[in-house]
């Protein structure tokens, strides 16, 4: 009990830069407080006394602002950060190392008894402030749920979910997009990529169409000249022989 207490204090101590001190976590926490009076609850559910497990349970949301139903599975060096108006309901499960900001809800969509109807959070899932992570899903090992999003279904491991509702993000294709935009000398990231504003995800939409577009004619050019069959008939400088994007264009289509 008394290394799990000491991880507890550990992690906010490497998480928190604003944390000075062992005694500052011990007595100024309310996250830790929250999660210690939650072990104290959940073993009182899980010994069959329902009732006084509510009772610590509401104490503890009188006490911190954290509301952790005492059927919830918390794991180990798990940081809830300022912590106000976190609500983690009862079939929820937070693993391992998972970091949780304030405003966080946990929450159901089902009204069935007996279910699972709260999400499960693998090892070292961090979800933003004020995201609501509504379902019976789980969010895989290491994702990242960006702050304010509404997420309603399951999330692979190492991912990031954005927006309401939210979208995962392919890390991949965003890093394909980003090199594009940076040749053609246009910014992706001054469109917002990650928002949800129509005209932005229709500019991205341009900026990838566009790059396609440029790489398949390049292609065209090249095949012709090497099969000679246009060498003669184009002038040099009407070809397209190699990617190019013209910036200034562009920028007038999205001004």
């Not at 011990?26 to 104290?40: D, E, F, K, N, V």
């Not at 190492?158 to 294709?173: E, F, H, M």
């Not at 990529?193 to 229709?202: C, T």
């Not at 000679?228 to 200034?248: I, L, W, Y």
Request: glycine fraction near 12%; include cysteine.
């Amino acid at each position: 009990m008394f290394s799990c207490l000491r991880e507890d204090i550990q992690v906010i101590l490497e998480r928190d830069p604003a944390a000075r001190s062992r005694w500052e976590v011990l007595t100024c926490y309310p996250g830790l407080h929250a999660l210690w009076m939650h072990r104290l609850a959940h073993r009182l559910w899980g010994a069959g006394y329902h009732w006084l497990g509510r009772w610590t349970s509401h104490w503890s949301r009188f006490l911190t602002g954290i509301e952790i139903h005492p059927g919830a599975r918390i794991g180990r060096r798990v940081f809830i950060d300022h912590g106000l108006g976190v609500v983690i309901g009862e079939t929820a499960q937070v693993g391992d190392g998972c970091t949780i900001y304030q405003g966080v809800t946990l929450g159901g969509t089902s009204l069935y008894k007996g279910t699972k109807r709260h999400p499960t959070l693998e090892e070292g899932v961090v979800v933003g402030a004020g995201a609501k992570v509504l379902g019976g899903f789980t969010v895989g090992r290491g994702a990242r749920i960006g702050s304010n999003a509404v997420v309603v279904k399951a999330v692979p491991a190492g991912a990031t979910a954005v927006g309401n509702p939210a979208r995962v993000i392919d890390k991949q294709g965003e890093q394909q997009r980003e090199a594009a935009a940076t040749r053609m000398g246009f910014s992706a990231y001054a469109v917002t990529q990650n928002g949800d504003d129509p005209l932005s995800q229709a500019v991205l939409g341009l900026v990838d169409h566009a790059a396609q577009l440029e790489h398949q004619v390049a292609l065209l050019w090249r095949e012709l000249e090497k099969r000679g069959v246009c060498s003669a008939q184009v002038a040099p400088e009407d070809a397209m022989r190699t990617e190019h994007f013209d910036k200034d264009s562009f920028e007038k289509l999205v001004k």
